[in-house]
């Protein structure tokens, strides 16, 4: 079975539903789109999860991160539920009754899930910064360190994020350099004084460098810069909304 998605056209809260094989047995996965809910919610990851709970009732406590483009991965109890925020770009869930999610505009989302050896799910806030930083690599060194999981046995998702002709950084300055050195040569192009970095790209290099398999690895065909009528994206101007990544283990 294949990591897949299915879109569901909602008038107030379209999302997409991850799926492996057409179907979400052990977990629930929705990343919900630019809609009426979210552009009200401007990124509250509190308002965001009470304006869907007709959409999609609690399956318990709330674990919501306040990100910051760094490599921390919070889980319960110790990462705080709302109201309680602790700084973190990642989400690890390995117990039904406690929901996580993230929010994105532009930065890629990143999921990882696997049933073995007990289900679990790993969230991921993966931007330019955190890409830089390897946050993919370095969740992947710590999950499949202990409790014996494989990411032979792991299925992801990337995207949607922003399309690498719409990513530039100027030359020259420090994160631009920072990018430079770790970057795949196939992930930069360099015109005059701009370079355009392919995250997307990246970060599924540094997933299969972690061991999962390609043919699990899902890119979810969404940019959100160029399709911005289904997404939101800061670089065209969306300062406040988010898309809020929401999940929970059945």
Same mark, same amino acid.
């Given at each position: 079975?294949?990591?897949?998605?299915?879109?569901?056209?909602?008038?107030?809260?379209?999302?997409?539903?991850? @799926?492996?094989?057409?179907?979400?047995?052990?977990?629930?996965?929705?990343?919900? +789109?630019?809609?009426?809910?979210?552009?009200?919610?401007?990124?509250?990851?509190?308002?965001?999860?009470?304006?869907?709970?007709?959409?999609?009732?609690?399956?318990?406590?709330?674990?919501?991160?306040?990100?910051?483009?760094?490599? @921390?991965?919070?889980?319960?109890?110790?990462?705080?539920?709302?109201?309680?925020? $602790?700084?973190?770009?990642?989400?690890? +869930?390995?117990?039904?009754?406690?929901?996580?999610?993230?929010?994105?505009?532009?930065?890629?989302?990143?999921?990882?899930?696997?049933?073995?050896?007990?289900?679990?799910?790993?969230?991921?806030?993966?931007?330019?910064?955190?890409?830089? $930083?390897?946050?993919? =690599?370095?969740?992947?060194?710590?999950?499949?360190? /202990?409790?014996?999981?494989?990411?032979?046995?792991?299925?992801?998702?990337?995207?949607?994020?922003?399309? $690498?002709?719409?990513?530039?950084? @100027?030359?020259?300055?420090?994160? @631009?350099?920072? =990018?430079?050195?770790?970057?795949?040569?196939?992930?930069?192009?360099?015109?005059?004084?701009?370079?355009?970095?392919? +995250?997307?790209?990246?970060?599924?290099?540094?997933?299969?460098?972690?061991?999962?398999?390609?043919? /699990?690895?899902?890119?979810?065909?969404?940019?959100?810069?160029?399709?911005?009528? +289904?997404?939101?994206?800061?670089?065209? =101007?969306?300062?406040?909304?988010?898309?809020?990544?929401?999940?929970?283990?059945?």
């Amino acid at each position: 079975m294949n990591p897949g998605f299915l879109y569901l056209p909602h008038k107030e809260a379209p999302s997409l539903a991850y @799926t492996i094989g057409g179907r979400e047995e052990f977990f629930s996965l929705r990343f919900f +789109l630019r809609g009426p809910l979210m552009d009200k919610a401007e990124g509250d990851p509190a308002l965001s999860r009470e304006a869907l709970q007709k959409i999609l009732p609690s399956a318990g406590p709330h674990i919501a991160p306040r990100q910051v483009h760094g490599r @921390t991965i919070v889980s319960a109890p110790a990462g705080g539920f709302l109201p309680d925020r $602790r700084d973190g770009d990642g989400v690890f +869930l390995d117990e039904r009754g406690v929901e996580g999610s993230l929010r994105f505009a532009d930065c890629y989302p990143v999921v990882f899930f696997s049933d073995f050896p007990e289900p679990w799910i790993l969230l991921l806030h993966s931007g330019f910064k955190g890409t830089v $930083r390897d946050i993919a =690599g370095s969740a992947c060194e710590k999950v499949f360190s /202990r409790g014996g999981r494989d990411p032979g046995k792991t299925w992801v998702w990337i995207g949607p994020g922003i399309e $690498r002709t719409r990513y530039c950084r @100027t030359a020259g300055e420090e994160w @631009t350099d920072r =990018g430079l050195r770790v970057f795949h040569p196939s992930a930069v192009d360099i015109r005059s004084e701009k370079v355009w970095f392919d +995250l997307g790209g990246q970060i599924r290099r540094q997933i299969l460098a972690a061991g999962v398999r390609e043919d /699990r690895i899902c890119t979810l065909p969404l940019g959100t810069f160029g399709q911005n009528r +289904l997404c939101y994206s800061y670089r065209r =101007g969306d300062i406040a909304p988010r898309h809020f990544l929401l999940a929970s283990l059945r």
